[in-house]
């Protein structure tokens, strides 16, 4: 069997991968609902296996668990469990419980932040120095974040470099006052979030005893944060070892579940000096209501934990680590695990190049995955093109849509290595913000420089296979063909891993054989976009036509076309004016639901009706306009992150959806008496332009001779492939859901267009449409397929686009600019009809 063979080859290789039972076994017994899935971002949060929820679930319908605070029986089973689960943790990090205790949280943040608002920070004064809050540039937000309460008490900011740290000469004396009390804090992690690199954890103690920098330096008493959320996901941690004072971690991304749970790791010695100001329930031993008076608790844990915490989450915690140790025996085989295949992984990834020799990844890490006590499950990278130009993280994460590949892309909360790894200054940083860019948005490239990059992470249920489904997909859609691998790199990585027994037997080879094979099925047009840009349209002699007007009643279903339709004050009327929710009111679209596709909304203008049809369903129609009432309730909902008002429209339509997309659903309506603006983009002149619930624009219009284009890129990729065939053209038009479609000249010239007429109607092009993984949803059949979204990929250099979005203005005080009709000639950018001024 294939899984065998891939069990006996990484024994060769001197890798541990599985545990004691056979790992396909334990997928197919925990992890049923990951088939087809290649979750690759455990560092953000791992998989729980499905046992410890129905164990969970068993516990809690079996046993009536109470406030934790009250004295019956069932309090104090919850009481007991908990105590528990407090001293499992403290086992699990081989911690005395006569030195550590666990303060439950909401979150590794929910923990920083409780350190921060309860260290004594004290400001300069005649006598002392000034507290400092130090930390390295590669910690996580929520670390760096403690800066500002720590300053506005008084603290001193002291950033430091890991070298600066390191350097320190081992002669080097402390500075004098041993007597001096000020208490600092020194912040460091465990293992960086961003690359995986691990940080010695001897560090710990050679800062506490003030033998390097900045401790040497600073008199005072310094306390150490071991920030270990991203560690402890997949590596054992010993705080008989390594004595950190707080430890921060969220069982998240240890377990899997339970998710609203975190916990500070406290050492005693460390509580002694914390000053807590807020008090809630149950961390006070007495206070007054009418004077200041309050004495806090006498147990540590209970001192800290405001309020009731979250006991149920804590019972499951219990059934996590039970799943965890009986899985895989525990954290050392963990590490060894999924090291294993990170550096597997690595070895192909950074060795793998374009037909002609250059190398198609940057890695970003300090070593070359030596050694699990250096190097965690990370892979962080970027693409590169055969011209050495970076590949914007979002147009990668899109096409890894296509695949089922699930990875992180951007700066994953960790501006410091980010900057540090891709070598953005700050005013870089600076600039980026100005064109737009923030945490968390898919603006990859600035200027032709990234502003993040991809992770690949690991965890204990990752396979062999998922490391080979993500290194073909990187050959298959973003390495120029024939992909060769550098043999000299390999053997070099060979060489330097010769203590872990590597010899000849490893599986590269294989590998490279299946990337080759792409090589072959994959005959890409030598098409570049450069060839069409500077077309100016005002050369070309023939004439553009609107050929087909599309609106999209309801957002995400199926399209209605028209050969006349009029133009109202959001866009084309009624385009947009209806979406599906789910039963948590959150907005369906065909990126969850394809099925979408397949509903047929058309708008009866005569009879004031949206019709709703779908195979194998009676027709349904809900009232257009000017019958609100009692039974189309008002509320609120989101629309790419917009807050909107709109109307339920009834039980009647709500129980069709249900029953034609098998989850509770209902449909709601744009309020017409609601506006939304249109967002301004950086730079740009600020208007004022309503949008329906539309994501970016009011109009979307595409070309035919674009299309073509694509739709011949996707011939030659197709060429010599079984089983596949070529949509015809209007299949693919269907599937860019268009407002427009005109029939221009050239492909592509209308990403240079500034404004055009159709008929007597003027709009302004408000720049190029991104494209996702939503343009493979066949719009006739609802299933899922690569292309265009591959070919267009292919194609495009940077961000992934196809069509333009389109904003026209009314005369003031009109609420419509009349009709717009199939057949109209279309005036691209000076080029004006009779009787209009451009």
Not at 344 to 360: E, F, I, K, Q, V
Not at 473 to 486: G, H, L, Q, R
Not at 717 to 728: A, V
Request: net charge negative.
């Amino acid at each position: 069997m294939e899984t065998v063979n891939h069990f006996q080859t990484f024994k060769e290789l001197g890798i541990d991968y599985g545990y004691e039972d056979d790992l396909n076994d334990v997928l197919r017994r925990e992890f049923t609902r990951m088939k087809g899935i290649t979750y690759l971002d455990h560092a953000a949060a791992t998989l729980y296996p499905e046992s410890a929820v129905k164990e969970y679930f068993l516990d809690i319908s079996r046993n009536v668990y109470g406030n934790p605070h009250s004295h019956n029986s069932s309090s104090r089973l919850t009481h007991d469990t908990i105590e528990r689960v407090r001293y499992r943790v403290l086992q699990h990090f081989n911690a005395d419980p006569e030195e550590y205790s666990v303060i439950f949280t909401s979150g590794c943040t929910a923990a920083l932040k409780l350190v921060a608002e309860s260290f004594p920070w004290r400001p300069q004064s005649e006598s002392e120095s000034a507290s400092h809050f130090c930390h390295l540039a590669d910690n996580h937000t929520s670390v760096v974040g403690i800066r500002a309460l720590a300053s506005d008490r008084g603290a001193a900011i002291l950033p430091v470099a890991l070298q600066d740290v390191e350097n320190t000469a081992k002669d080097q004396s402390q500075s004098e006052d041993v007597a001096c009390l000020t208490p600092h804090l020194f912040c460091y992690p465990a293992q960086s979030n961003f690359s995986g690199r691990k940080y010695p954890l001897d560090h710990v103690k050679a800062i506490q005893a003030r033998q390097l920098y900045p401790a040497c330096k600073h008199p005072g008493r310094w306390f150490v944060l071991l920030d270990a959320a991203s560690y402890v996901s997949c590596s054992p941690l010993s705080l008989r070892d390594c004595p950190a004072d707080f430890i921060p971690i969220s069982f998240y991304k240890m377990f899997g579940f339970p998710t609203g749970l975190g916990a500070l790791l406290l050492s005693k010695d460390a509580a002694s000096i914390l000053k807590k100001t807020y008090f809630g329930g149950g961390t006070a031993a007495a206070y007054l209501s009418g004077e200041d008076y309050y004495v806090q608790a006498a147990n540590i844990s209970d001192r800290f934990e405001d309020g009731t915490v979250s006991f149920l989450e804590i019972v499951a915690l219990n059934h996590s680590f039970e799943a965890l140790y009986r899985i895989t025996g525990g954290m050392a085989n963990i590490q060894r695990h999924t090291f294993g295949l990170a550096r597997y992984t690595y070895m192909l990834l950074s060795s793998l190049c374009h037909g002609n020799g250059r190398p198609a990844a940057r890695i970003y890490t300090e070593g070359q995955f030596e050694s699990p006590s250096t190097q965690g499950a990370v892979l962080n990278f970027n693409l590169i093109d055969s011209h050495g130009k970076i590949v914007g993280y979002s147009q990668v994460d899109r096409m890894a849509a296509l695949y089922n590949i699930h990875v992180r892309t951007g700066c994953f909360c960790n501006t410091g290595a980010c900057q540090s790894y891709l070598g953005i200054s700050n005013q870089q940083m600076r600039t980026n913000l100005q064109a737009g860019h923030v945490c968390g948005d898919a603006i990859d490239l600035v200027d032709g420089r990234p502003t993040g990059s991809v992770r690949a992470s690991f965890g204990y249920m990752s396979t062999f296979e998922d490391c080979q489904r993500l290194l073909s997909f990187i050959a298959e859609c973003f390495v120029e063909k024939p992909v060769t691998v550098d043999r000299d790199r390999l053997e070099a990585l060979k060489a330097t891993a010769a203590s872990e027994s590597f010899n000849e037997s490893l599986p590269i080879t294989n590998c490279e054989k299946k990337m080759l094979c792409v090589g072959k099925k994959q005959k890409l047009a030598a098409a570049s976009l450069e060839g069409f840009k500077g077309i100016n349209p005002s050369s070309c002699e023939e004439p553009y036509t609107l050929t087909n007007i599309y609106i999209y009643p309801v957002k995400s279903c199926g399209a209605f076309e028209v050969s006349n339709w009029p133009v109202g004050s959001r866009g084309l009327l009624y385009d947009r004016g209806w979406m599906v929710v789910n039963g948590n009111d959150v907005c369906l679209s065909q990126k969850r639901e394809p099925r979408l596709c397949l509903i047929r909304p058309e708008v009866h203008l005569p009879s004031n009706t949206l019709h709703l049809q779908a195979a194998g369903m009676e027709g349904i129609s809900v009232p257009l306009e000017g019958t609100m009432g009692a039974n189309y309730p008002e509320c609120q909902s989101k629309v790419c992150g917009d807050r909107v008002e709109t109307v339920d429209c009834g039980d009647e339509a709500a129980m069709w959806l249900t029953k034609f997309l098998g989850q509770p659903c209902r449909l709601i309506r744009q309020n017409p008496n609601s506006t939304r603006d249109k967002k301004q983009r950086p730079g740009r002149a600020a208007t004022s332009t309503s949008l329906s619930l539309v994501n970016e624009a009011q109009y979307l219009m595409i070309n035919r001779a674009s299309v073509e284009h694509i739709r011949d890129l996707m011939r030659s990729r197709m060429d010599g492939s079984e089983g596949d065939q070529l949509p015809d053209t209007e299949n693919v038009i269907s599937r860019f859901r268009a407002n427009l479609v005109i029939a221009g000249v050239e492909p592509f010239e209308e990403d240079n267009w500034s404004q055009l007429f159709v008929g007597n109607t003027r709009f302004t092009v408000g720049g190029p449409c991104g494209r996702c993984q939503m343009v493979g949803v066949d719009q006739d059949t609802g299933s899922k397929t690569r292309e265009p979204l591959m070919s267009l990929s292919s194609f495009r250099s940077g961000k992934v686009t196809f069509g333009v979005y389109l904003t026209h203005h009314l005369p003031e005080g009109s609420t419509s600019a009349g009709l717009l009709s199939v057949g109209s000639l279309v005036h691209a950018d000076g080029h004006a009809p009779a009787g209009q001024h451009p």
